[in-house]
């Protein structure tokens, strides 16, 4: 009698041992829970996700790129963009350090952070984004004038020397996590079509005058040579 609860206490302060051992192991391992029967279930580490949208200037709403052959903006237009960062995992990001890259013949106007005009980038931080949340933020830029334009084309779609988009955005989680994308678009120059001056009543007017003016010295010179 005596060696069976000997026994029960020994297996008893076992599976105590092993238990603590599981708790300790969870809570160095952030937020893990200990399994019935040994080991522990960890929840999926936090993610980050981007995605950057260009607003369509032909029906307002926001796509993921606008190529040569979709509605394309004007010199002097304002454009938007649409940036999201999502954390689809389930524990929070610490910091995200995003990096917005406007493309040429852009000036920027408003947006999240600090805006460097020297390298053309927008920079910014999302703090504690808890697994599942996804925050948005918008950016705005006008397109250059005509006259900064390439002379060259009538279409402009931006690129880079090697001829890839640099309209993207990269973001960094302080858990070693890294995303990008891209937003297309294309620009396309105001067509100068020379002015034709109107024909109005003041015009007719000086067009009458001088017809009558010339017949009335053609009837002089007639005169003058039957005479």
């Given at each position: 009698m005596i060696k069976n609860k000997l026994v029960q206490a020994f297996f008893i302060a076992v599976i105590t041992y092993t238990f603590l051992i599981s708790v300790q192991s969870a809570q160095a391992s952030g937020g893990c829970v200990p399994v019935y029967g040994g080991g522990v279930s960890c929840p999926k580490q936090?993610?980050?996700?981007?995605?950057?949208?260009?607003?369509?200037?032909?029906?307002?709403?926001?796509?993921?790129?606008?190529g040569p052959s979709d509605p394309k903006y004007r010199p002097q237009q304002i454009v938007s963009f649409q940036i999201s960062v999502k954390n689809p995992g389930e524990t929070a990001i610490d910091k995200i350090t995003v990096t917005d890259t406007l493309p040429k013949f852009l000036d920027y106007m408003s947006g999240p952070g600090t805006y460097d005009g020297a390298n053309g980038k927008l920079n910014w931080e999302v703090s504690n984004l808890a697994g599942g949340d996804t925050q948005v933020f918008e950016v705005k830029g006008r397109i250059s004038h005509q006259a900064k334009l390439p002379v060259d084309r009538n279409v402009i779609c931006p690129t880079n020397e090697l001829a890839q988009p640099i309209n993207i955005v990269d973001v960094s989680a302080s858990n070693g996590q890294t995303d990008r994308d891209e937003a297309r678009y294309c620009i396309e120059k105001e067509v100068i079509v020379p002015k034709v001056p109107e024909a109005g009543p003041e015009n007719w007017l000086i067009s009458i005058t001088g017809l009558i003016t010339s017949l009335g010295i053609g009837l002089k010179l007639r005169k003058s040579k039957s005479s």
């Open positions: 936090g993610e980050v996700l981007v995605d950057k949208k260009v607003r369509n200037p032909a029906t307002g709403f926001y796509v993921d790129n606008l």
